[in-house]
């Protein structure tokens, strides 16, 4: 069975962080495709270890945005 998960992928100094939004695995490589390839991972083994009974069952697709916000 396959399982479909939305992720963040960030620029931090010279890393990327690309963090799973369903399920808060977190993982980084030195280029983006190694840190969406490490999260894949993450997350396989996250499922390996932990199982899909609690698994969210996302039903559309997420929507994303930024917002600036002045103080």
């Known amino acids: 069975?396959?399982?479909?998960?939305?992720?963040?992928?960030?620029?931090e100094k010279d890393w990327f962080v690309a963090r799973s939004i369903e399920i808060g695995v977190t993982s980084q490589g030195k280029s983006f495709e190694e840190a969406r390839k490490?999260?894949?991972?993450?997350?396989?083994?996250?499922?390996?270890?932990?199982?899909?009974?609690?698994m969210p069952v996302e039903k559309s697709e997420?929507?994303?945005?930024?917002?600036?916000?002045?103080?």
């Open 1 to 11: 069975m396959s399982y479909k998960f939305s992720a963040i992928i960030t620029r």
């Open 38 to 54: 490490n999260l894949q991972e993450a997350i396989e083994l996250y499922i390996e270890s932990f199982g899909t009974e609690d």
């Open 62 to 71: 997420p929507i994303f945005t930024s917002l600036e916000v002045s103080v």
